[in-house]
């Protein structure tokens, strides 16, 4: 609304959207970061180190973690008004889509690298707990890029009333 547009002129400063919070995509990027800080953290806090599959799983959840949270903040302060240039539905769809196949194979190797027998019963529990939250982290990730590619779209809403209500 009018909060929107005030902060898409280039001078004011970056205006707090509350809104963002309470809609699909906010409170999907926001549980992203949580989980995805979940994963992280999980397996940094093994020996992670001696194993290579866990090495992809903590680069693939280190990466889309820092990524999210910069699209939630990007979000959150409304830059995307701000750079109005970039495709942001179209860009937001791709990196949904991309973070949700790397997060499948970040899941199935974590699932596959956890080992009941391993010497450290701390590692162990780490790793399961991992997998799991490394396969909700995908789900939610697969929930956003339907989301965003409805976004993309344009469906969901009226494309006659969105141009009026664009260039007004």
């Given at each position: 609304g009018a909060a929107?547009?005030?902060?898409?002129?280039?001078g004011s400063p970056?205006?707090?959207?509350?809104?963002?919070?309470l809609s699909p995509l906010g409170g999907l990027m926001g549980a992203q970061a949580v989980l995805g800080l979940l994963v992280w953290s999980l397996i940094a806090a093994t020996t992670y180190h001696?194993?290579?599959?866990?090495?992809?799983?903590m680069f693939v959840s280190l990466f889309f973690w820092i990524?999210?949270?910069?699209?939630?903040?990007?979000?959150?302060?409304?830059?995307?008004?701000?750079?109005?240039m970039i495709p942001w539905p179209l860009v937001l769809m791709?990196?949904?889509?991309?973070?949700t196949v790397l997060y499948i194979t970040?899941?199935?190797?974590?699932?596959?690298a956890v080992q009941p027998t391993s010497w450290r019963q701390w590692d162990y529990n780490r790793r399961a707990a991992a997998s799991f939250f490394a396969c909700v982290t995908m789900i939610?990730?697969?929930?956003?890029t339907f989301f965003s590619f409805r976004a993309w779209k344009g469906l969901g809403s009226n494309a006659a009333?969105?141009?009026?209500?664009?260039?007004a």
């Open positions: 929107r547009a005030r902060s898409a002129s280039p970056p205006v707090l959207d509350g809104s963002f919070l001696l194993h290579a599959a866990y090495g992809w799983v990524l999210t949270l910069l699209f939630f903040i990007t979000y959150l302060l409304q830059l995307d008004q701000k750079f109005y791709i990196y949904n889509a991309v973070a970040a899941f199935v190797t974590c699932a596959a939610t990730y697969g929930v956003s009333t969105s141009q009026v209500t664009d260039h």
